[in-house]
């Protein structure tokens, strides 16, 4: 999760953004010049368009009195575009305006009221949506007649159900959210709730239909009057142009060719700058999706990365390095010019067997340490600029090639993370997904694997694994669905087990019940255990050591009953005065006043001074060392002794 | 018993039931089934249970958002059934929810001025002087600062945009307040921060809670009673202190027993 920055940095608006990119730009240009030039058509120095002319007839282009040459009718061929093209316009518009009108109005009121209205709203959605769209429209103009009005109201008409579609999708995610309730209880009428509170939300998306319609309306519009059933003589507009055109496309092609290139200069336009909107406007592309995360994170190469190991050779440690060695770990991420430093110089151990729980606020780099472990945290925008993790005491993760690096996840090293769902595959059974990972990691049979993948299921405390294999996700409590996800990290036997909040989602029960199988399971296979959360109690029953960590750094770390006896940063000591614990209902609890610097604006000194009782002056002036404060136990704070005596 | 504020006779609340447009029957859920209990003036009712024990659509009757199927839910004296037009803004004054998203249940299109306001103009009736003085006045009350009024909901943290929600509930003067596990998405020390603010709050404006959370610890701190909820139904209840020292319930006894514990080492590191 990104995790907002407390002092916001604020998203450039939207006209910045369009300006950036250039194709948006060029197509801006386009329509606001064929814009400005019709708007302007009735100030010009244009003759009539409709006067005709039979001693001028299909004058060429470029002749003295006409710029682009007359018709058969020897009309002013300019004018006659300018006026026509006002008239394009207008009706593209307009028809774009009732369709957005009408099709937000259904989409809205649909998913808003739901049950039978919804049903009855969109059934006749359905029905117009399965005529062949624009057969539909010639048959509303040939039962209205052929006029120019009968046709904006056939391409209306037919363009309603894109707008009640997509209004009525993006209004469906957002009825369930808890403001339209919030609406409900300060009394607001449905109508007001309808818009005040959904309209502005949905607003993006009508405009992003608008956008990518409007140039397609205009192109019908033109269809229409090219057939003869919209604009009719002798007034002018793009489409009838041409249809006057097509006959004497040989003697004068110019007749054609002009509107013809125009309607197609206009629409490639409006196209590009409804392109350039959505790419702004919807939220899905917002996030950077656009470029495609990468198998692996950025990494400074060895050569240029501070901290990282000299070669790939056997370590300092001699006979019995341990399993996880960081040093120093950096990573950061980089999103327009801020850097976010969401890890800086994390150093932590992990030996075989051990049980290492890592606590922190929310944004304090938690999860971007683990996922650096093997690549996974996304690129863009993170990448790792420092530091080393030697892994088993020989190679240096952060060096190695994608391929070792794929071999080692989900083999020697497996992760939990908080959200089953995002692990697992809804459309395969879970028993084949943990087959799959089975058979990757130790090249089983399909028989063997799934033989394999049933009895860990079974091992997990999934009651009726061979039934429950055959499930999909979907049809999993979310306590059974972390059960799988277990199973398929277990069933390699790793030598490395990350888990990241595992629980959080889980009720009290549920939970207790997983982290006792995770912490079964560790004993049996002699795992090493990696164990993220925010909540102390947790890493009390599961974990030997403890690692606290604050805006991306380490700020204590050492055995768990040692640390939270006699924490020695005054971060850690607020932490635990934070926890209600049961059975004490009079201790007061000492919230930490204010909250975690953004990790993009880290002070100089010691992070955590603006919230400190016991800040110092000279605390804020250098960057405060990580120091060994007791056996096997460090700290980040000058005054960690101060503690002792207070 | 006149200072009874809230009394709850066996509220049932069904799920499904009936059939699709294909004809296939929807299965009933009882998500709530025959629960009773009250509720005094200026206490506080925690109610507990795992996910899926009703815990939510409780709260959601309690404030009028969904109907009962059948039972009887009274407020301030008053039935609460089909609430519409004046009754219902009447109710709304009295009732108010704080929900457990904190960003969900903040609209992203509106400031939070506007947030704060809509309820004191509808609710209240208000013109733009006393909500422009109610607003300031909630603000302070809540530790938020005047110049957040103009800024947008993605722009606070998680705990800032809780004590917003807690502003727009309290912005109406109500005597009950429903919170639907308002610190459950919180960090532990922004839960602490707003935890204290609850109970500081409740003495200066002698509110009346129904604090919802799957957290037996939280409801220990901050409750006088509690209400032990499993499959619908109420398994236990009585005085916090009764209760967690002594639990009756095989069902209560087996959630205290998985509260992951750190109690021994905070005994020692807090005097
Ligand atoms: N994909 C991303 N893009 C940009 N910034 C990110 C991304 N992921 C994380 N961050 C930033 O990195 C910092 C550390 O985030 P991280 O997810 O490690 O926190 P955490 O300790 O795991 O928090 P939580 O308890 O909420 O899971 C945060 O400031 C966050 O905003
Ligand atoms: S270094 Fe100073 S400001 Fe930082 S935690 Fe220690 S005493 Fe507080
Ligand atoms: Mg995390």
Not at chain 1, 146 to 153: E, H, Q
Not at chain 1, 488 to 511: C, G, H, S, W
Not at chain 2, 147 to 153: H, I
């Amino acid at each position: 999760m990104m995790e907002r920055p407390a002092c916001p940095w604020r998203r450039p608006s939207i006209w910045v953004r369009l300006s950036r990119n250039h194709l948006a730009v060029l197509g801006s240009t386009i329509v606001a010049a064929i814009v400005l030039v019709a708007l302007l058509a009735p100030w010009l120095p244009l003759v009539d368009p409709n006067l005709t002319a039979p001693a001028d007839r299909l004058q060429p282009p470029l002749s003295p009195t006409a710029l682009l040459g007359t018709d058969q009718l020897g009309r002013d061929v300019l004018s006659r575009l300018i006026w026509g093209t006002r008239v394009s316009l207008a009706v593209g518009l307009s028809a774009t305006l009732i369709a957005a009108v009408a099709g937000s109005g259904i989409g809205l009121v649909a998913a808003y009221v739901g049950g039978p209205v919804d049903q009855a709203l969109m059934r006749g959605i359905d029905m117009l949506m399965a005529f062949p769209y624009l057969l539909l429209a010639l048959a509303i103009v040939a039962a209205l007649g052929p006029s120019l009005m009968n046709a904006l109201l056939a391409i209306s008409v037919v363009n309603i159900p894109f707008f009640a579609r997509a209004v009525r999708g993006a209004t469906l995610s957002l009825v369930r959210r808890e403001f339209i309730d919030a609406a409900r209880l300060a009394g607001y009428s449905r109508f007001r709730i309808l818009t005040s509170e959904l309209l502005p939300n949905v607003m993006p998306v009508i405009v992003i239909t608008m956008s990518t319609t409007v140039g397609w309306m205009i192109l019908e519009t033109a269809g229409l009057s090219f057939l003869g059933l919209g604009a009719q003589p002798p007034q002018a507009d793009l489409g009838s142009m041409l249809g006057d055109g097509r006959r004497i496309v040989v003697t004068a092609p110019h007749v054609a060719a002009v509107p013809g290139v125009l309607i197609l200069v206009l629409v490639i336009g409006i196209n590009l700058v409804g392109d350039g909107l959505r790419d702004i406007l919807d939220p899905r592309l917002k996030a950077g999706a656009l470029s495609r995360p990468v198998a692996r994170t950025a990494t400074m190469p060895a050569q240029r990365r501070p901290g990282a190991l000299p070669s790939t050779g056997p370590s300092e440690h001699g006979s019995s390095p341990p399993l996880l060695a960081m040093h120093g770990l950096d990573t950061q991420f980089e999103i327009g010019r801020e850097v976010y430093r969401a890890a800086s110089g994390v150093d932590l151990t992990l030996g075989r067997g051990d049980s290492l729980g890592v606590v922190g606020e929310s944004g304090s780099g938690k999860s971007v340490t683990a996922l650096s472990v093997l690549g996974l945290v996304p690129t863009p925008p993170g990448r790792i600029t420092g530091g080393s993790i030697r892994f088993d005491g020989t190679i240096d993760l952060l060096d190695v090639p994608l391929s070792g690096l794929q071999d080692l996840r989900g083999g020697r090293i497996a992760y939990i993370f908080q959200d089953p769902l995002t692990t697992l595959n809804p459309l395969m059974p879970v028993g084949e997904q943990v087959a799959e990972t089975v058979q990757r990691h130790q090249g089983l049979s399909n028989r063997g694997a799934w033989a394999q993948a049933v009895e860990w299921l079974d091992r997990v405390g999934l009651r009726a694994p061979a039934e429950k294999a055959r499930a999909f996700p979907h049809e999993l409590s979310g306590g059974q669905r972390q059960r799988v996800v277990i199973a398929m990290a277990l069933a390699n036997r790793p030598d490395v087990l990350i888990a990241d909040e595992p629980t959080t989602a889980l009720d009290v029960t549920t939970q207790a019940r997983i982290l006792d199988l995770v912490n079964d399971l560790r004993r049996q296979s002699g795992a090493a255990l990696l164990f993220i959360t925010h909540d102390l109690g947790v890493i009390a029953t599961l974990c030997t050591r403890v690692l606290v960590m604050y805006a991306g750094q380490v700020v204590e770390s050492g055995p768990v009953a040692a640390v939270f006896a006699t924490p020695r940063h005054p971060y850690t000591r607020g932490l635990l005065a934070c926890v209600p614990v049961l059975g004490q209902p009079e201790r007061a609890l000492d919230a930490i006043p204010g909250l975690p610097p953004p990790v993009n604006r880290l002070p100089r000194g010691c992070a955590f001074a603006d919230r400190c009782p016991s800040v110092v002056a000279a605390c804020r002036q250098a960057p405060v060392p990580l120091r060994p404060v007791g056996p096997a136990r460090t700290a980040r704070c000058l005054r960690a002794e101060d503690g002792l005596h207070g | 018993m006149v200072d009874v504020l809230v009394a709850a006779d066996a509220l049932v609340r069904l799920f499904g039931g009936g059939r699709t447009w294909l004809g296939r029957r929807v299965p009933v859920v009882r998500a709530v089934d025959g629960v009773s209990f009250w509720v005094r003036h200026g206490e506080t009712l925690g109610v507990v249970g795992e996910s899926g024990s009703g815990k939510s659509t409780l709260a959601r009757m309690l404030v009028g958002l969904l109907a009962p199927s059948a039972g009887h839910l009274s407020v301030a004296g008053r039935p609460v059934r089909g609430l519409a037009g004046v009754e219902a803004v009447r109710f709304h004054r009295a009732v108010q929810m704080v929900f457990q998203d904190p960003v969900s249940s903040l609209n992203p299109r509106k400031t939070v001025r506007q947030i704060l306001e809509g309820p004191v103009q509808v609710l209240l009736g208000a013109g733009r002087a006393e909500r422009r003085d109610r607003v300031a006045r909630i603000l302070d009350l809540v530790g938020l600062r005047p110049e957040f009024l103009e800024r947008y909901p993605h722009e606070f943290s998680g705990g800032q945009a809780q004590r917003i929600g807690l502003a727009r509930a309290l912005v109406v003067e109500p005597e009950l307040l429903v919170l639907d596990e308002p610190v459950s998405a919180l960090d532990v020390s922004i839960q602490a921060q707003v935890l204290t603010l609850l109970r500081d709050l409740q003495t200066r404006l002698g509110l009346t809670y129904v604090f919802i959370s799957h957290d037996l610890a939280v409801i220990e701190a901050l409750c006088d009673r509690v209400l032990v909820m499993r499959d619908g139904r109420v398994v236990e209840t009585g005085p916090c202190r009764t209760v967690f020292r002594a639990p009756q319930h095989a069902y209560t006894r087996s959630l205290m027993a998985a509260v992951p514990v750190v109690r021994q080492a905070i005994r020692v590191c807090t005097p």
